[in-house]
């Protein structure tokens, strides 16, 4: 069945950098587009990111753009999220998921605090 394992949240002080990784399985990782999403306490998922099955096409949303980096390695089966200038208002759960998303996995915390 589909699986994303997510890993490489923690905790982090207010500019701060940290690495997400998503390792999938049980779908054609290479043929899909691949997204991250992330929940903070109180809200609503949302989209942070997004990356096409050959990583042509990347998009962030305004609160992101400029911090963060979405990339694959379609050899892994795995996207990854590189967050820089991290901000309190960071602070969320983290997913990944191929789009459009299915069903999720445990995510990852990321909390940035000082």
């Known amino acids: 069945q589909v699986q994303f394992v997510e890993s490489g949240g923690g905790l982090v002080q207010p500019g701060g950098s940290l690495r997400l990784s998503c390792a999938a399985s049980?779908?054609?990782?290479?043929?899909?587009?691949m997204t991250w999403y992330r929940q903070a306490p109180g809200k609503g998922r949302e989209l942070v990111a997004f990356i096409t099955s050959t990583g042509g096409s990347i998009n962030y949303p305004d609160s992101v753009k400029g911090r963060f980096t979405i990339s694959r390695d379609n050899a892994k089966n795995t996207v990854y999220l590189q967050m820089n200038s991290l901000k309190p208002e960071d602070t969320a759960v983290y997913y990944c998921n191929r789009w459009p998303p299915g069903a999720w996995g445990q995510g990852t915390l990321v909390t940035v605090s000082s």
């Open positions: 049980g779908f054609m990782f290479s043929s899909v587009s």
